[in-house]
């Protein structure tokens, strides 16, 4: 997809973000299944992803959503915590209790990269 390929730059440029040829080469989309590109997807660059931490910029375009979720327990360790820091435009974000809670995301009408 034309979109994909191009938007991710101007976005993360807008945030001020430079990145290397490695890490362009390396961003990702996730459409968690759902086939729904328009609207619940996500682009996504990891410079670290373990079973209980991880480090990304995720790259949102106007009014795009990440589904609702949980980290659960695995194997017995709690689930993966969040940390979330803003980098450009705006991002609604709904956190509905404790860690293991449902929780989803949206960037604003500009797209956000969090």
Same mark, same amino acid.
């Given at each position: 997809?034309?979109?994909?390929?191009?938007?991710?730059?101007?976005?993360?440029?807008?945030a001020g973000?430079?990145?290397?040829?490695?890490?362009k080469?390396?961003i =990702?989309?996730?459409?968690?299944?759902?086939?729904?590109?328009?609207?619940?997807?996500?682009?996504?660059?990891?410079?670290i992803?373990?079973?209980? /931490? /991880?480090?990304?910029?995720?790259i949102?375009?106007p009014v795009?959503? /990440?589904?609702?979720?949980?980290?659960?327990?695995?194997?017995? =360790?709690?689930?993966?915590?969040?940390?979330?820091?803003y980098?450009?435009?705006?991002?609604?974000? /709904?956190?509905?209790?404790?860690?293991?809670?449902?929780?989803?995301?949206q960037?604003?009408?500009?797209g956000?990269?969090?």
């Amino acid at each position: 997809m034309k979109r994909q390929e191009k938007e991710p730059w101007n976005t993360l440029k807008k945030a001020g973000i430079v990145l290397t040829d490695a890490e362009k080469a390396n961003i =990702e989309v996730a459409d968690f299944g759902l086939g729904d590109l328009e609207r619940t997807w996500l682009q996504l660059l990891t410079y670290i992803n373990s079973s209980r /931490c /991880c480090a990304k910029e995720l790259i949102l375009f106007p009014v795009q959503t /990440c589904p609702e979720h949980k980290h659960p327990p695995v194997e017995g =360790e709690p689930g993966e915590e969040e940390t979330f820091r803003y980098r450009w435009s705006e991002v609604y974000l /709904c956190v509905t209790g404790e860690p293991n809670t449902l929780h989803w995301f949206q960037g604003g009408p500009e797209g956000a990269v969090i």
